[in-house]
Structures are given as C-alpha cells and as structure tokens.
C-alpha cells in the first residue's frame, strides 16, 4: 500500500485492521471497529448490504486516541477523526443555540488537534445532525450548525476560500451532531463549480454565515491523487432549481457533478478522472423515491457505483444530492 487507499466491506478483514484511520458504516454493520467509525443512521434502498462499510487506509504505523467524544487514528501524513457529541431534547429551550456551541467546540477541537499532530488541512468533512430543517428559536438548524462552523473557523483562522474543504452536512431523524474528518499535511486544492456561486459567497439569504466548504478538493497522497466531491444538489447560482420534481433535480445535480469534474480534470496532475469511475453516496430526502432517483442518475452518471440512503438534504426544497470520491495515479 501506498499513501491513502479507500476500501469497501468486501476488502475490510481482521488482517488489515491495522491499517485503517477511520470510515463509515451502516448502523447494522458486523464488529466494533478499533479505528473511528462514523454510524450512518438511515435508512437504505432496499437490496443493499446492511454490512456496508467503507475504510481510509494508510501503511506505516498509527497512532490513535479517544477523549470526550472525539475519536482519531494517524500515520505519518494522513488523520482521520470523529466527534459525536449528544444533543439536548427536541423540547429544550434554546436548542438551535446549543447546536451553535456544540458545533463551534466542535471544530475548534478538530483544529486544535490538527495542529497537535501536524496535519493543518482539512481534505474532507462529512457533517451529520438530527431536524437539519427544523426551526428553532428563529433560524433554521442547519443555519445554527453554520454560525457555530463559523465562529470555529474564524478563531482558529480558517474562514478564507482558499483554505475550504470538501464537505457535506445532512440530517437524520435522530441520533448525535457527528462530524468525521480527514485530513493531511499537504493541502488540497480546493475546486468550484462555474454554475454555481461558491458557498463561501452566498448572499444573506441562506443564513447570518454562510456554509464554508469548496464544491471538490484534490488531495495527493503518495502515488495516488483523491477527487473529494461536496455534497452537490440542484442549485444553478444559489438558488434551488426544479423544486418539487426529483428527476430533474437529479439531471441537474448530475450536470453539477460533471461539470466539477471537468473543472477537476483542468488541473489534475493525474491522466484524468472519468466519470465511469466516482463512487457516489447519494441522500434521498423521500425513500419512495429511490427507484427513481436510481434510474436518472444511473442514466445521467454514466454507470458510475450509487449507494442510496434516506437523509434529509440541507435545503428544504432539495429532494436529492450527491458526493462522490474517484483517485488516479499521479503523473511522473
């Protein structure tokens, strides 16, 4: 093995334990992992492998620890973490604010790590809550979540474009605020999409802060480079298109998806990524849904692998949305 390596559940055995900094599973998913697992509360499309698992690994030796709710494992220039912290009830006053500290400790935590163990870049985030969409104590918790990223990221001098991730932020119908990480010592390069005004730019509209990720990021790790593809929905400039009609937010999400991928492949130091190649998590707001949204995007993404699961997208009127991951080998 060289550098980072993705691997699924038919590759993840006891022999290769060792090796794996962290990933993510099924609730269902056989065995309790000695690496950080972030548990994906959903529900699936019927027909999948509830033993479902995906790993990042690293050769060379790794360091790991677990503290209050944040977990990690490193090698030499690779960590993946993850911090799961519980939230107060659905009746207790003031929870969108509580969802704002616990968020901005949060990642002031992730940075201070990162600092610790001398990775300072941030390659890609994924970022689970319960009632994404429910308003509370005036703003939406989604909006809550992004003022506490906020907060974070300035402290720690983190809140300029070129210094974004990767990222992605869904909900689920319960379960803790779960944020899983992984990050380098080399910094990746951050990618947007020329359809769509950047996150980092969105007009008060969508909240007093706005959502601080890039659309994709390269990253390079040994021999190989990492295509990490945002959470990406069917938004042309800022705004939601086609509400309330799944297949043409599909089409249009997929367009999304490629057309990052062309901006990608303008600056790779790889052959190029095909689309044939990604690996898609895709979020389906509504499971009698599933179906359809496996044949657009089946149709639209050219064959690429689709994992469905139900969460609820961080727009209201967003029904479906997509993040994909590919990697090449470096050019000499």
């Not at 909900?171 to 380098?184: C, D, E, N, Q, V």
Request: a negative charge; charged letters at 20%; hydrophobic letters at 40%.
């Amino acid at each position: 093995m060289s550098g980072l390596q993705w691997l699924t559940q038919r590759a993840i055995d006891t022999s290769i334990a060792h090796t794996v900094l962290g990933g993510a599973a099924l609730p269902d998913a056989p065995g309790t992992p000695t690496w950080p697992e972030q548990r994906l509360r959903m529900v699936v499309e019927s027909g999948t492998d509830a033993t479902w698992r995906e790993a990042w690994c690293s050769d060379g030796p790794l360091q790991q620890e677990q503290v209050a709710g944040m977990q990690w494992r490193c090698g030499h220039d690779l960590l993946y973490g993850l911090i799961e912290l519980d939230e107060p009830a659905p009746d207790v006053p003031e929870r969108g604010k509580h969802l704002r500290e616990r968020t901005r400790n949060a990642y002031l935590r992730l940075f201070a790590l990162l600092n610790e163990r001398e990775m300072p870049h941030l390659w890609r985030v994924w970022n689970f809550m319960a009632d994404i969409n429910r308003d509370e104590d005036g703003l939406e918790r989604y909006r809550w979540f992004n003022l506490g990223r906020h907060d974070a990221c300035s402290a720690a001098g983190a809140a300029s474009a070129a210094q974004m991730p990767a990222a992605s932020a869904l909900g689920w119908a319960r379960g803790p605020l779960s944020i899983a990480f992984l990050a380098g010592r080399k910094p990746p390069r951050p990618i947007e999409n020329p359809r769509q005004v950047s996150a980092f730019h969105y007009p008060g509209d969508y909240g007093p802060r706005p959502p601080l990720f890039a659309r994709a990021a390269l990253a390079e790790s040994g021999r190989d480079e990492w295509l990490f593809v945002s959470g990406t929905a069917s938004i042309v400039g800022h705004q939601t298109v086609h509400t309330g009609d799944v297949v043409a937010q599909c089409e249009e999400t997929a367009r999304n998806v490629l057309t990052v991928l062309d901006q990608a492949n303008q600056v790779t130091r790889t052959a190029g990524h095909r689309a044939e190649a990604l690996s898609h998590r895709v979020y389906v707001r509504h499971t009698a849904d599933f179906p359809v949204v496996r044949r657009a995007l089946e149709r639209c993404l050219g064959g690429a692998g689709l994992t469905l699961m139900q969460a609820d997208i961080c727009r209201h009127d967003l029904l479906v949305e997509v993040e994909s991951v590919a990697h090449g080998l470096l050019l000499a």
